[in-house]
């Protein structure tokens, strides 16, 4: 009979509840998204898909704007709205549906035109950690844009329009500890290891080991050993090319045991060692890209205003110029590899410890600067050092544009507008259909195509409002009709399976923005419904 399974630690009912995300984002990122309270202005299709995808995941706290009572419009692509809530307030009604859906969190609404929110008191919107906009008028966008740039309050602006969707991120500065990249490339330091892995490393004879434990030494082990005799062969140089690079695998191949007929056992930490060339044997050196975030002037020059995270990454900086000898603090992390239990351990414990003191070192420093910038010893605690360390090879910093801007012709996004417009079935059409939507319902407050009976002749306006806006840019004319025809026929409609999907791809960059984790889209997405192509442009 089988003997059951080792029990697990017990689970709380809220990490049962989040298991999965626990796992992209951690303890520390949920309790960001926890604290956070973001605002909503208007609960359309898009919008309340957008509410529903950080509700479930469990945002603080979410306020509504909305001015609109529901329509039967609304009930074709709002799935937070039913036919007994038709002329309700849509603020309020889609605020007690998704309220529905979480306990956890918190909701509110106002019931008032954004504009004349807006126009009446600016400083509302700045009180939340990132304003998400759906279905605003340039009226309303131009000035929200500018205040929420000086505010330093993220602010997404996203759209829904027949099948095509859009986003846009504003983001003055946003910086990123974790970004989670695909590929990792473990710190092991095997190229100048620290004396404690020296000292182990050395301790260890591969010949005087029987078979047993020979097939069970971590892979580090034969790897370093081997890689220490060819570069005593090579002048102490590492192997670059693929040439050397199998030399040194049949360095490793000439340690494995061999059986009576002379061919080589099956010793799979040995095969774990050859297949590790390729990516643990390298120098250890400063990535260009951390290079350049610590040499970056918010780093260099710190201010009783600057971020925990430029005053950690200038304790870093100090220690890579002094304790680091030009290399970051440890990472501390070992990739899985086949190994007996305390061996493994044993090496584990090696690289934890050194992580450990190298990040104690940049904590301390991390205080001294605190002092000097007159600023509280808990404002960094050493759990944000240490996860900063541990993270220090992919940290990422975004700085964005301010939205209004590209309303000015000479602005830079208009060039970026011009050469991408040469590029056949590029989806920068679409951002230039819609700005010519929102000149178009500037000018005359509908949308092209809204009344059937106004079909054609609106083609004829949305083509002369898309031709004076390409004119102010410098542009060639669209190539072909067909967009504007498109464009038309939507007339202003929002379909509910373009909102769900934009609303889920904005709920994620709201969670990317508020947990500081992974990296945001920059800035402008594109989403065309009908060939499902999307694209990211930097505007």
Not at 7 to 36: I, N, V
Not at 87 to 111: C, H, I, M, W
């Amino acid at each position: 009979m089988a003997s059951p399974a080792p029990k697990s630690p017990e689970q709380s009912e809220k990490t049962k509840k989040y298991d999965r995300q626990l796992r992209l984002w951690g303890d520390h990122g949920q309790s960001a998204l926890e604290a956070a309270h973001i605002c909503l202005i208007n609960a359309t299709g898009m919008g309340t898909e957008i509410l529903k995808s950080l509700v479930l995941p469990g945002i603080g706290a979410f306020t509504i704007v909305d001015g609109k009572t529901i329509s039967e419009e609304d009930l074709g692509s709002n799935f937070f709205t039913d036919v007994d809530s038709v002329g309700k307030s849509r603020a309020e009604v889609t605020t007690q549906f998704l309220l529905e859906l979480n306990p956890d969190v918190r909701g509110d609404y106002v019931e008032e035109n954004p504009i004349q929110l807006f126009e009446n008191n600016p400083h509302f919107f700045s009180g939340f950690n990132v304003v998400i906009a759906t279905g605003i008028p340039e009226r309303l966008l131009i000035p929200l844009s500018k205040h929420l740039w000086e505010a330093k309050v993220p602010l997404i602006v996203a759209r829904s329009y027949g099948f095509i969707g859009s986003i846009r991120i504003q983001i003055e500065e946003h910086t990123v500890i974790e970004s989670h990249p695909d590929n990792m490339t473990p710190d092991l330091r095997l190229d100048s290891p620290f004396p404690a892995l020296k000292q182990y490393m050395d301790s260890i004879n591969l010949q005087d080991l029987e078979l047993k434990d020979h097939c069970h030494v971590p892979y580090l082990v034969p790897l370093y050993k081997c890689l220490v005799r060819w570069r005593e062969e090579h002048n102490g140089a590492l192997p670059k090319n693929y040439k050397e690079k199998e030399s040194l695998r049949e360095h490793i191949r000439s340690e494995m045991r061999r059986d009576e007929h002379g061919n080589p056992v099956d010793e799979e930490n040995f095969e774990e060692a050859i297949r590790a060339v390729n990516f643990a044997v390298m120098a250890t050196t400063l990535p260009k890209n951390i290079e350049e975030i610590l040499n970056d002037s918010s780093c260099v020059n710190l201010t009783s205003k600057s971020k925990p995270f430029w005053i950690i990454a200038k304790a870093v900086r100090d220690f890579v110029k002094n304790e680091g000898a030009g290399n970051l603090p440890l990472r501390g992390s070992l990739p899985d590899m086949t190994a007996d239990t305390s061996r493994y351990i044993t090496l584990q414990q090696l690289y934890y410890t050194k992580a450990s003191r190298d990040a104690e070192v940049v904590y301390r420093r991390v205080q001294q600067l605190l002092h000097q910038l007159n600023q509280p010893d808990d404002l960094v605690s050493e759990a944000d050092v240490k996860q900063f360390c541990k993270h220090a090879a992919s940290l990422s910093v975004l700085r964005g544009s301010c939205i209004a801007d590209e309303y000015d012709p000479r602005s830079p996004a208009a060039n970026t507008i011009a050469v991408n417009l040469e590029t056949p079935d590029s989806l920068m059409v679409y951002h230039v259909m819609m700005r010519g939507v929102d000149k178009f319902f500037a000018e005359y407050n509908t949308y092209p195509g809204e009344f059937d009976d106004q079909v054609e002749p609106d083609i004829v306006k949305l083509k002369s409002c898309i031709a004076k806006l390409l004119n102010e840019w410098g542009c060639p004319s669209v190539a072909k009709d067909d967009y504007v025809h498109e464009i038309c026929r939507y007339g202003g409609a929002e379909l509910h399976s373009v909102s769900s999907f934009l609303g889920g791809c904005v709920a994620q960059e709201t969670i990317k923005l508020i947990t500081g984790q992974y990296k945001p889209i920059n800035n402008t997405f594109l989403y065309d419904a009908i060939t499902s192509n999307t694209s990211v442009f930097l505007l």
